[in-house]
Antibody, heavy 123, light 107 residues
């Protein structure tokens, strides 16, 4: 059964870089059938897609975050990662990683999701 | 960017009653729409994809309908475990966007 687990610091200082890793177990991140995604949720608010990546393709990013986001994949470790630079309090959120189905034309729905990790931006 | 608008923001329903949740897209997304359920302290769970196909393990009381710009999630007979927040999400083009959510609460 596929499991995704986010890991990384729970506290980041303003203007610094938020770095998270998602470890995938129970499936290969090199599958042709999936993208791998990051999604976030500020406390008490809704969901925002950050970006996603195919194991051998270019990442896609939300235009609202594109200038600050980098998503990468490490197939040897079956992991993918998120870097978000120049963070502010507005980046405080629960960060989820998720598998995204792909049937060859466009990435589809997210399933499953990791449990999420709260990242707080504060000095 | 396609804006997804969900209504109502909060829906008060008695156990055993029917709940109807709406999701509207600012432009056509064809049938490229998913629904998720999120309970407090948990990650979202996929309920419906392709606007009307139930995900694996999802009870038959959950059903989705619609295409284009208007979509509906119906819970035919609310159970105690169904009180949660529900989100719609399109996957028609970039960027992927979610609706603001509908909270289904006990009446």
């Amino acid at each position: 059964q596929l499991q995704l687990q986010e890991s990384g610091p729970g506290l980041v200082k303003p203007s610094e870089t938020l770095s998270l890793t998602c470890t995938v177990s129970g499936d290969s991140i090199s599958s042709l059938s999936y993208y791998w995604a990051w999604i976030r949720q500020p406390p008490g608010k809704g969901l925002e897609w950050i970006g996603n990546i195919f194991f051998r393709g270019n990442p896609y990013y939300n235009p609202s975050l594109k200038s600050r986001v980098t998503i990468s994949v490490d197939t040897s470790k079956n992991q993918f990662s998120l870097n978000l630079t120049s963070v502010t309090a507005a980046d405080t959120a629960i960060y989820y990683c998720a598998r995204q189905y792909y049937y060859g034309s466009f990435p589809d729905w997210f399933d499953p999701w990791g449990q999420g990790t709260l990242v707080t931006v504060s000095s | 960017e396609i804006v997804m608008t969900q209504s109502p923001a909060t829906l008060s329903v008695s156990p055993g009653q029917r709940a109807t949740l709406s999701c509207r897209a600012s432009q056509s997304v064809s049938s490229n729409l998913a629904w998720y359920q999120q309970k407090p302290g948990q990650a979202p769970r996929l309920l419906i994809y392709g606007a009307s196909t139930r995900a694996t393990g999802i009870p038959a009381r959950f059903s989705g309908s619609g295409s284009g710009t208007e979509f509906t999630l119906t819970i035919s007979s609310l159970q105690s475990e169904d009180f949660a927040v529900y989100y719609c999400q399109h996957y028609n083009n970039w960027p992927l966007t979610f609706g603001g959510g509908t909270q289904v609460e006990i009446k």
